[in-house]
């Protein structure tokens, strides 16, 4: 098993910027992706941005330009730096890991992100 802590979630002004920590413990393996997914009401969970072991990032079209993610393999963290936020950025924000050898998937409890107007 692997659980994750997040933090960093919370209120902010269009435009403004927030950063969201996940820090993972248990079963952490060397070769495993991390990132974090977002699920607004009424809508489905979405990929927002992952990182691999190796370093290798992906991000949503959405979050482009705009979002950074980061890894501290020595904390068994991500971090996900979000920049200009808009309004349709709000969301529950969940922390994600995938151990890529076993096929397995964990989540965090999720983080809220609210982008006023």
């Known amino acids: 098993q692997v659980q994750l802590v997040e933090s960093g979630g919370g209120l902010v002004q269009a435009g403004g910027s927030l950063r969201l920590s996940c820090v993972a413990s248990?079963?952490?393996?060397?070769?495993?992706?991390m990132g974090w997914y977002r699920q607004a009401p009424g809508k489905q969970r979405e990929a927002v941005a992952t990182?691999?072991?190796?370093?290798?990032?992906n991000y949503a079209e959405s979050a482009e330009g705009r979002f950074t993610i980061s890894r501290d393999n020595a904390k068994n963290a991500v971090s996900l730096q979000m920049n200009s936020l808009k309004v349709e950025d709000t969301a529950v924000y969940y922390c994600?890991?995938?151990?890529?050898?076993?096929?397995?998937?964990?989540w965090g409890q999720g983080t809220q992100v609210t982008v006023s107007a």
């Open positions: 994600y890991y995938r151990r890529v050898v076993a096929r397995s998937d964990y």
């Open positions: 990182i691999t072991s190796g370093g290798r990032t």
């Open positions: 248990g079963s952490i393996v060397s070769v495993y992706i």
